[in-house]
């Protein structure tokens, strides 16, 4: 059905067609939200009536400004930085201090490094004020009072829930309110119901489009369990649960080189108190690097749990290392031993043998 629907009561969603009658639906076992995030614009005076871009207008534009000014420096930021400098845009980002968020610091580098090679100016500060000229061109003025103008300002500061004028004020539930996250138990039913879930960006879990079809896979499972009465398989890594967003997220920058991670990061790990062992890779140094493209430049690095001996964390950086991602994900996931690595032999020549420079390295560290 097309319309805006409001949840109405318990199993009851009631849905306002753009023409025609509301009609008023009722669920047998559950109602599920997934309206998703849109990009937030920051409180920046001026910001909104510059009619700033945010990542829906820069990925659907119809011609290439000759200037861009992004505020912000994670990954949407970084990607549309690399997208409109390679088609000729000047590009110049204001970013507050690091780039890329939660990524490995070697991996920020390198993209850094490239986007400076490409032509964009990276500017650390903050943007306090914007204003749209007459002319059409942007006026940003920085905290240190330096200015930049532009033909086009893109906001990259990140998403927020689609939760406002959806009903969530009739359920009744503590905590649950428009214009904010859904949380959600591993099962992404939210605490307190028995038949409200919640899946994808809108439960702040993981906003990632593959891992909210991953949740939707496990939300579905469980819902269909529960209306058969069945015992829901609810344990870490079972069949209704989304252990992944908490352990095995992939995710892939879509920069030039490609950041590639999944897991957690050795700053990370070691916060969580692990004993933890990190490998490296100069990808550079591998013969399918060679084979792949001339003057391959990349890295790979590996977090092994030394107590479990097992993965527990991925980065790769270069020429279309997301192709490489999955093998690392099925090792995490499945929490596959090291020593058993040793016996999944790479291809040559491969980028792949990164994975024998890694157990090669971690076999000379542990003698």
Partial sequence: MRGQGRLTGEREVTVTPADGPEVTLHARQAVAVCTGSEATVPDIPGLRDARPWTSREATSAHEV???????GGGVVACEMATAYASLGSGVTMIVRSGSLGRV????????????????????TGETTAVRRDPDGTVELTLDDGRMLRAHEVLAATGRGPRTRDIG???????????????????????????????????????????????QARAAGDVIAARAREEEPDAAPWGRHVATADHDAVPQVVFTDPEVASVGVTAAEARAAGRSIRVLDCDLAQIAGAAAHADD?????????????????????????????????????????????????????????????RWLEQYGRDAA
Avoid: C
């Avoid at 490995?104 to 500017?123: C, H, M, N, S």
């Avoid at 119901?193 to 991953?214: I, M, P, S």
């Fill in 104 to 123: 490995e610091p070697f991996a920020q580098e390198l993209v850094r490094d490239a986007l400076t090679a490409a032509g964009v100016k990276i500017l």
């Fill in 65 to 71: 400004p000759a200037s861009l000014a992004i505020i």
């Fill in 296 to 356: 391959y430049r990349g890295r790979a690095q590996a977090i092994v749990d030394e107590e479990r001996g097992v993965l527990v964390g991925a980065t790769f950086v270069g020429a279309d290392v997301a192709e490489m991602l999955q093998s690392a994900t099925i090792a995490i996931v499945g929490e596959v031993p090291v020593h058993r690595l040793w016996h999944a032999v790479p291809a040559y020549p491969t980028i792949s043998e990164v994975w024998l």
């Fill in 168 to 214: 969530l004020e009739t359920v009744g539930i503590s905590g649950l309110e428009p214009g904010g996250w859904i949380d959600v138990d591993d099962t992404l039913r939210v605490p307190g119901t028995e038949w409200l879930y919640a899946v994808g960006d809108v439960n702040h879990r993981v906003l990632l489009t593959h891992q909210g079809k991953y």
